[in-house]
């Protein structure tokens, strides 16, 4: 796509160049040597640390060398989805993008934007020649979606500044002085294969078409979940009929609300099947009209020579499935309107003898972080699943002393003519992490308006690019001094 008749052209054109570039979560190397070459073609200091983050550091403009050292971070992986249509291979195939009025998004898959936007106005800062800016040090991490590898490992003796912005929100209208910490919860078991009972015919029921998005950002919303919308599905056939489940996988992201599922059971009586599946599509569409207007459920007959899963070990599964916890755990007592804490049934497999999920729990604070996760280990465990969990990272705890954010709500309101909304969000800014690894680091998150990150409807503004671009270089103007 040609980006420039759209404002501001260096951003969007270094966007477009990022997305040319594969770029996903623990394969980053092409990226990170595509920001190597960035930074030393154009003669400024550059870096590569030991978990394969790149700092890119360019001198203060004239008139600005008293000022503090600016940190300007975000990360160079994203995540890559997209629908079970669109021929995509994410290895080889740069991200193409079309405009859609005043938006920008991907054909078919996720756009990048998250956080490739944040990058791209970094870059463009760096690269400018015009733009008055204090002493800048470019932090880009790598694997935040699926680890947060890089800020975990990151060599924090590299960086000197004072200050740090995080471009990787998705509001224009709002600053991010805190985030949640989280946990991944993964499952295994091996059940029992048995042969396909006489008589019985089997079915391929296809679900499609839920909304998706942020497993963390829009876990509040709603939305539906396909993998617990299936596992509740194979709950009433079986209440009716004798039913064997042959296949089951659901989702494609731990850090995503899964969009498709797709089962394969047996059944003696295909046709009673069909009825009850049409009827529970029916139910949903009265529980979430407004929410999940566009889902399909579908069941055709197919042939195939898997096996099914003993009963003893489908009711086992299916009851856990149905029974582990989903969604909004609780709400903040303390910031209105603030999720604390979370858990997102993310990934379900079940085929060949094996039955494995993937979870993620998230919290703002710790102690609630460990109780969402235990119901989550208590569950599995009880069925007799083998459990693991890792990748545990702290959350952000908001400071209300922030000298930048007292800044930048004044220029907010300055610039703009209203009030900022100072929040804490419900996702795993790197933030966390950093503020551990840089005590004493002033430290505040803002981006332009992104919706539907981690799912193939992901969206950029361009109007609120623009906003916050110029917001970006204000911001940097008015840095105080040392």
């Not at 003519?417 to 840089?438: Q, R, Y």
Request: glycine content about 8%; proline content about 3%.
């Amino acid at each position: 796509m040609d980006f420039s008749h759209i404002q501001p052209t260096a951003l969007w054109q270094h966007f477009a160049a990022l997305n040319a570039v594969p770029r996903p979560s623990k394969k980053e190397e092409r990226v990170i040597a595509f920001m190597k070459a960035f930074g030393q073609n154009l003669g400024l200091t550059t870096i590569v640390d030991q978990a394969g983050n790149v700092i890119i550091k360019k001198a203060a403009t004239a008139g600005m060398e008293d000022r503090q050292t600016v940190i300007l971070q975000s990360h160079l992986d994203m995540v890559h989805q997209k629908n079970a249509s669109t021929f995509f291979d994410f290895d080889q195939q740069g991200i193409e993008m079309y405009q859609d009025g005043d938006w920008i998004r991907a054909k078919g898959t996720t756009l990048g934007a998250d956080n490739g936007i944040g990058v791209a106005a970094i870059m463009a800062l760096l690269s400018s020649t015009d733009i008055p800016h204090p002493a800048l040090e470019a932090f880009f991490t790598i694997d935040e979606e699926t680890g947060m590898t890089g800020a975990k490992e990151m060599d924090a003796s590299l960086l000197s500044g004072t200050i740090l912005l995080n471009l990787d929100t998705e509001d224009d209208d709002e600053l991010s002085v805190g985030c949640a910490g989280g946990i991944d919860t993964n499952t295994s078991y091996t059940y029992q294969e048995v042969p396909i009972q006489n008589g019985f015919s089997t079915l391929e029921i296809q679900l499609s078409g839920l909304l998706g998005g942020h497993s963390g950002m829009d876990i509040d919303k709603g939305r539906g979940n396909a993998n617990k919308w299936m596992a509740r599905l194979l709950w009433e056939l079986s209440q009716e009929q004798h039913i064997q489940l042959l296949h089951f996988d659901g989702g494609s992201l731990r850090n995503a609300i899964p969009r498709e599922a797709t089962a394969i059971i047996a059944v003696q009586d295909t046709v009673k099947a069909r009825t009850q599946i049409n009827a529970f599509a029916h139910i949903l569409k009265d529980e979430y009209t407004l929410i999940e207007p566009h889902f399909i459920l579908k069941a055709e007959s197919i042939q195939t020579s898997l096996h099914a899963l003993s009963d003893l070990d489908f009711k086992k599964i299916i009851a856990t499935l149905c029974g582990v916890q989903n969604g909004v755990y609780r709400m903040s007592p303390d910031i209105m309107d603030l999720v604390e804490a979370s858990s997102s049934l993310a990934r379900v497999i079940i085929d060949k003898g094996s039955f494995t999920t993937q979870s993620l729990q998230r919290s703002s604070v710790e102690s609630t972080k460990k109780e969402v996760s235990m119901t989550l280990r208590c569950a599995f465990e009880n069925m007799g699943a083998t459990v693991e969990q890792s990748g545990d990272y702290p959350g952000w705890k908001p400071n209300s002393q922030s000298l930048i954010l007292k800044e930048m709500r004044g220029l907010y309101r300055t610039l703009f003519n209203e009030e900022p909304k100072v929040k804490a969000c419900h996702a795993g800014l790197e933030c966390g992490l950093l503020s551990e690894k840089l005590p004493g680091v002033d430290m505040i998150s803002f981006g332009p308006n992104i919706r539907a990150a981690h799912s193939p409807d992901e969206c950029v503004q361009i109007s609120s690019v623009q906003k916050f671009w110029t917001y970006l270089l204000a911001s940097l103007s008015q840095i105080p001094k040392a």
